[in-house]
């Protein structure tokens, strides 16, 4: 019990310092690699859409963040809104970071 209870602090204290690496910065260059392959289908490889797939999901895939704040998209990437899915179970924290960073440097934001 006591071995179990030292297991406990140990796994709540790595639990705490998650976050801390998690707040290291986003990687960009990292993110492209995840674009590429999860997100340029829909999006188009300059984030300006893909008529195609426009035609096919019927929604407007052409990438617009006025105004929304990463946590908003951030959620959103993790969630999904149909008919975009959610990546929180395909994607790690790291690559859903990485890939908001690489959306973001495609729109010039
Ligand atoms: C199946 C096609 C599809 C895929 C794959 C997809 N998206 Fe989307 N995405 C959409 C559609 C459609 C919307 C618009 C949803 C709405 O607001 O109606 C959207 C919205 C967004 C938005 C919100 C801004 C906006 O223009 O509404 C962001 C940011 C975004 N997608 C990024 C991504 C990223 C990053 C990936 C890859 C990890 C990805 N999407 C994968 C279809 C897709």
């Known amino acids: ?10 796994v709540a204290a790595l639990m ?11 990687d960009a260059a990292a993110g ?3 674009y ?7 999006h188009g490889a300059d984030g300006k859409g893909d008529a195609k797939m426009e035609a096919k999901i019927k929604a407007r895939t052409k990438l617009e963040i006025d ?6 998209m951030l959620k959103l990437l993790k969630e999904g809104k149909k008919p975009m899915p959610g990546y ?13 960073a690489y959306t973001k ?4 934001k």
């Open 88 to 100: 929180e179970k395909s994607l790690s924290a790291a690559d859903i970071d990485n890939v908001w």
């Open 67 to 72: 105004g929304k704040s990463d946590e908003e």
């Open 32 to 34: 492209k690699a995840v």
């Open 1 to 10: 019990m006591r071995f179990l209870g030292k297991t406990t602090v140990a």
């Open 36 to 42: 590429d392959k999860k997100c340029q289908n829909c």
């Open 105 to 108: 440097s495609l729109l010039g």
């Open 16 to 26: 705490l310092a998650m976050p801390i690496a998690h707040a290291r910065a986003a």
